[in-house]
């Protein structure tokens, strides 16, 4: 079997700004269609039904199921890696990988892995609904539309992960929201070692607080309690004003709703980003927010990771950190980078705070809803 995915490095190079529109979007469109070809050929036609869904749309209603996503152990959609052949599964993992740096390939293969830690730290629970509760193999891949088209995508996902792409006239148009989680958050392994998968988002930004003066602190510090979780959760979009949702309603199949958790006013998302900017820290801070950024943005590959725009100072001290909770280790936390284009959210606070959430989103342009709604008006004046 020859590699679907096409041979030699991806361009590297982004905008300041925006999307990618040059020859790494592009390369990464092409390298995506590839794999999912591959996958969906090695499916029969049962589960090749499972494993695909209507093209990406900027209708609301014939967009629904794409716009939907999870982050709990709930059915996010398409074909599970257990439901595969091995050879099945190894082309979902090739599609997988071309959505994400090596690094951010790494991530996820450990998050998933840490189901099977789970499942035996919890008692091995089982429950009427599900032949097994924390299960590895319970990672869903649907791809939306053809991969030969200009326009199409695909979504993976299952407990603690979620990652979706969207191609829109050839290029990789949107690659938000980007979840990891890490539950439990820290695993000790022989010789005294831990395993950490989310350790540096966590260990660099309480660095960044913890080294404020008392002036800065206070602005930054939201409240001294933490939410209970992400204050975005799982909506397609986020807005101003959005608090966190209960669990229940994350978990559910259709859209978030219901009431926010109350007590949560104080962490609500604001219009203007809350806490403090990053022009109000020292080098050493500044140099700190960048690499926190990187824990995050260069989860995507290089040429369609944004962390180069922010080697611009001016573009750098847009960002606001804002902070929640405690800033000792090993208690409940939050904290959220919030500016043009970017919202990066982090919360440990279940389980004796060893239970981390991570999600990178592009409030103007998850999903690519902007840009698909862009791209189908322009289609409907031709």
């Known amino acids: 079997m020859t590699d679907p995915v096409p041979s030699g490095p991806a361009p590297s ?44 749309s900027g209708d609301a209603g014939r967009d629904a199921e794409r716009r939907r996503w999870f982050y709990t152990p709930t059915d996010h959609g398409g074909l599970t890696l257990h439901a595969q052949s091995p050879t099945a599964q190894q082309r979902a993992m090739q599609l997988l990988a071309t959505g994400l740096s090596e690094a951010g390939f790494a991530a996820v293969a450990a998050v998933m892995g840490l189901e099977n830690v789970l499942d035996r730290a919890q008692g ?3 429950r009427p609904y599900r032949e097994r509760f924390r299960d590895p193999g319970l990672y869903h891949l649907r791809v939306f539309g053809d991969p030969g088209s200009p326009t199409w995508g695909w979504r993976f996902g299952g407990h603690h992960v979620s990652v979706h792409l969207l191609v829109v006239d050839g290029r990789v148009a949107a690659s938000t929201p980007n979840f990891l989680g890490a539950n439990p958050a820290s695993v000790a392994l022989p010789g005294g070692a831990r395993s950490r998968p989310l350790g540096p988002p966590e260990d660099l930004a309480r660095a960044i607080v913890r080294g404020l003066p008392v002036e800065l602190f206070d602005r930054a510090l939201l409240s001294p309690q933490a939410p209970p979780d992400l204050v975005t959760a799982n909506r397609p979009l986020v807005a101003p004003g959005d608090r966190p949702l209960p669990t229940a309603s994350i978990r559910r199949e259709g859209p978030p709703g219901g009431d926010p958790v109350p007590g949560t006013e104080d962490v609500a998302l604001t219009a203007a980003p809350a806490g403090i900017p990053a022009s109000a820290l020292d080098d050493r801070g500044r140099e700190q927010l960048r690499t926190l950024l990187s824990a995050y943005l260069d989860r995507a590959p290089a040429g369609l990771s944004p962390m ?75």
């Open 124 to 126: 091995w629970p089982t």
């Open 13 to 56: 190079g982004t905008p300041a700004s925006g999307p990618p529109v040059s020859g790494p979007a592009s390369w990464h469109a092409d390298a995506g269609a590839a794999a999912a070809a591959a996958w969906l050929d090695s499916l029969d036609p049962d589960a090749l039904a499972v494993a695909t869904g209507a093209g990406p």
């Open 308 to 382: 180069p725009r922010y080697d611009d100072d001016a573009v750098l001290d847009e960002v606001h950190l804002a902070w929640a909770g405690s800033v000792e280790p090993g208690e409940p936390h939050y904290y959220r980078l919030h500016g043009p284009r970017l919202l990066l959210e982090w919360d440990d606070t279940q389980d004796g705070a060893d239970h981390a959430h991570s999600v990178w989103r592009d409030p103007e342009n998850d999903l690519g809803l902007d840009l698909l709604d862009d791209h189908h008006r322009a289609f409907a004046h031709r």
